[in-house]
């Protein structure tokens, strides 16, 4: 995915996850050198596969304080393992001694109280080790020190979806502490609100934090915001079920999954009993086999033509991490969608037959669940940041753009689009709001300084309501408007918005544009745009003028798009003065 600044598209045209455990340094060959005086060589791994911040190795730049006696020393752990010290190294002259490490490695406060985001998260996962040095080789296994803390909004009866969608769910305990030595120091007491990192899809709602390990007991340890109402749970020894889940106990080096149901009569928690950090859901032992993942693949994905798969042995994936990938040959302007948790890559590659060859990638797999099925592309349907489409609104780790309003190449469209559009499989409305807001733009009114596709647009071409061409029409206005950009803000407002947007776009599409007449009606044919609301500037084209954005023209119930009203659906030019929507398109 990226995002660019629209004013700089039309003038110019994974992460690393190794494995974290290594095998012990052997100098097998010769018995006396390993017993023989010298530097010591350590080598870090994690005692489960979720880690700090990849979720499942080191990053290569995390600090390790590694402690003998009074003497500690600085490492540092490459991404293998491996730790290097710019310290004078420890050594092993043939007596055996204990050591104790830990990361990160700070002698100061460590907030516990906002961890919003992924690597906020992750930044308070402490690790901590002890090892005997009894040879030049160790291996240190760090385990986590906190409780990974997890909760899920199952039911919310009473509450609607925007209050849901606005609800604030905390936990409560230590807000900070200490890491000297590997040893949690917790500061102040049990009250602090800890925010969680989140994450919100459209049948589910969750969020996560690191907590200090500890008792709760009595004590205050969720609270739900939603609407007007706040529901506090308290884990209690009255309460029988919180005693058999022990839901007040924070133990270490475990994962802790709290299931919230709230309603108008108050909070019910239920806990899943304390697991090992490694045994998340999405590993449930089905699909599973010496630690290997077997995906679930629809028969009609098998009897695509020229079906392929590469790093699948027997069903299995070879490693979850490097994945798979399925590739077959296209012809009618589908692709593959996908269940489960795992980062996915499209790419194609057109023949000389007008077919496409599809290369879809699966990597990263945290999931064993993972089911993969073929979908044509449907007005209605999703788009998503890696150039994927499907019925989901929300689809963990990418980024929805908008939605599907034609399926395929439309017979009108000639434009010539950037080279990583093989084929033209159909045509997005935007729908990603970011921190923009729905406005209208007000023209001028002046002969002089008429708007966007006036001066410009009054063409038999430009105002029919049948072809696709906006990506042609929008490169020709670039070319029109590129001397005039002193006057954009006042003289064309429609342009000079559409040229200060910064909003992400695929990599297999066309950058967002502004759509033809043609493209602006099919969109409102399409019945995909939800709501009367103006929270959106792209998708609620239906929104009429009201006192509240347009002052007196509150009775004139147009909504100008260009030079069409999407309420009354008629191509026409309107007033001047009639304030213009922008609405913005990309092609697939």
Not at 178 to 198: A, V
Not at 205 to 229: F, H, S, T, Y
Not at 361 to 369: G, L, V
Request: proline letters at 3%.
């Amino acid at each position: 995915m990226k995002t660019m600044n629209i004013i700089n598209i039309w003038k110019c045209r994974l992460g690393i996850v190794l494995a974290a455990c290594v095998g012990l340094f052997s100098c097998s060959d010769d018995a006396d050198m390993e017993n023989a005086g010298g530097d010591v060589l350590f080598f870090a791994s994690v005692d489960k596969p979720v880690s700090r911040v990849t979720e499942s190795a080191w990053d290569g730049d995390e600090l390790v304080g590694v402690k003998s006696g009074e003497t500690v020393k600085t490492y540092n752990v490459a991404t293998d393992g491996t730790m290097t010290t710019d310290d004078t190294p420890f050594r092993y002259e043939g007596e055996p001694y204990d050591i104790n490490a830990w990361s990160p490695l700070t002698s100061g406060e460590i907030d516990l109280t906002d961890q919003t985001t992924e690597e906020k998260f992750f930044d308070c996962d402490l690790l901590a080790s002890s090892a005997k040095v009894e040879s030049k080789s160790v291996r240190l296994v760090f385990n986590h020190q906190m409780t990974r803390m997890w909760w899920e909004l199952q039911k919310y009866e009473g509450y609607s979806t925007e209050e849901v969608n606005n609800a604030k769910i905390t936990f409560l305990g230590y807000g900070s502490t200490t890491f000297t030595n590997g040893e949690l120091s917790p500061i102040g007491d049990t009250d602090q609100s800890i925010s969680t990192y989140n994450t919100w899809g459209e049948y589910y709602r969750n969020g996560q934090a690191m907590m200090i390990p500890c008792e709760m007991w009595e004590k205050p340890l969720i609270k739900v915001e939603i609407g007007n109402d706040t529901y506090v749970y308290t884990p209690s020894k009255s309460n029988q079920n919180d005693v058999l889940k022990k839901t007040g106990d924070l133990l270490p080096d475990t994962w802790q999954r709290y299931y919230l149901s709230v309603s108008k009569k108050g909070l019910v928690v239920d806990m899943e009993s304390s697991v090992n950090w490694n045994e998340s859901e999405d590993f449930n032992g089905e699909n599973i086999a010496d630690a290997k993942v077997k995906p679930e693949i629809s028969q009609n994905v098998e009897s695509l033509s020229g079906y392929q798969t590469a790093g699948l042995t027997n069903g299995l994936v070879d490693d979850n991490v490097s994945g798979f990938s399925i590739s077959y040959t296209d012809t009618d302007g589908g692709g593959l969608t996908w269940e489960g948790k795992c980062d996915v890559e499209r790419t194609e590659v057109a023949l000389q037959d007008n077919t496409t060859t599809h290369t879809y990638k699966f990597s990263n797999i945290k999931s064993n669940e993972i089911k993969i099925s073929y979908l044509p592309v449907e007005v209605g349907q999703y788009f998503y940041s890696n150039g994927t489409w499907g019925t989901e609104a929300e689809k963990e780790g990418l980024e929805t753009l908008g939605r599907v309003f034609y399926a395929g190449k439309h017979s009108t469209d000639n434009s010539i689009y950037p080279g990583n559009i093989v084929k033209v499989r159909g045509y997005v409305v935007c729908t990603s709001t970011s921190d923009i807001s729905a406005k209208w733009l007000e023209n001028s009114g002046s002969d002089d300084n008429k708007t966007l596709f006036r001066a410009y647009a009054d063409s038999e071409e430009r105002q029919s309501d049948e072809n696709f061409l906006g990506y042609k029409f929008t490169e020709e206005t670039e070319t029109l408007l590129v001397d005039k950009e002193g006057e954009w803000q006042t003289a064309y407002p429609l342009w000079y918005e559409f040229k200060n947007k910064s909003i992400s776009v695929s990599s297999l599409s066309s950058e967002w544009y502004i759509p033809s007449v043609g493209q602006l009606k099919s969109i409102v044919d399409s019945n995909i745009v939800e709501g009367m609301s103006d929270v959106y500037w792209s998708s609620n084209i239906y929104l009429p003028v009201t006192s509240n954005n347009w002052g007196s023209k509150a009775t004139d119930g147009n909504v100008w798009c260009m030079n069409y009203s999407a309420s009354s659906k008629t191509v026409s030019a309107g007033w001047t003065q009639d304030p213009g929507k922008l609405i913005l398109v990309l092609t697939f």
